[in-house]
């Protein structure tokens, strides 16, 4: 099974206003959009278990255009708070390297 590193040229994952994590999947050509975009693996609930949130609040959208997937979900605690490890989100994006299409 190919994993999404395989499939994706390019993850990034960012702040999306100090409440939201957005990530976005830029797929390798549209043969590999077309063919992984729907997968599964990418759908909110289970983008709402490996992140900790739910399901119901994961939002996805596709743009067959770019080959691109975006998806964004609830930060588990505001940006910048007492207990915050990663400000900007940008190290969000790796949980999904592995995750199996």
Not at 36 to 49: G, H, K, M, T, V
Not at 60 to 78: C, D, E, G, H
Request: with cysteine.
């Amino acid at each position: 099974m190919p994993t999404i590193k395989d499939v994706c040229r390019h993850l990034r994952s960012k702040a999306a206003g100090p409440f939201w994590v957005t990530i976005d999947l830029f797929f390798d050509g549209p043969d590999n959009f077309a063919k992984y975009s729907e997968s599964p693996a990418l759908q909110p609930d289970r983008i709402a278990a490996l992140y900790g949130t739910d399901a119901r609040l994961v939002k996805r959208f596709s743009v067959a255009s770019l080959n691109v997937v975006k998806i964004s979900y609830p930060r588990t605690s505001p940006q910048g708070g007492m207990i915050e490890r990663d400000m900007h989100c940008g190290q969000q994006y790796v949980r999904l390297l592995g995750v199996e299409l």
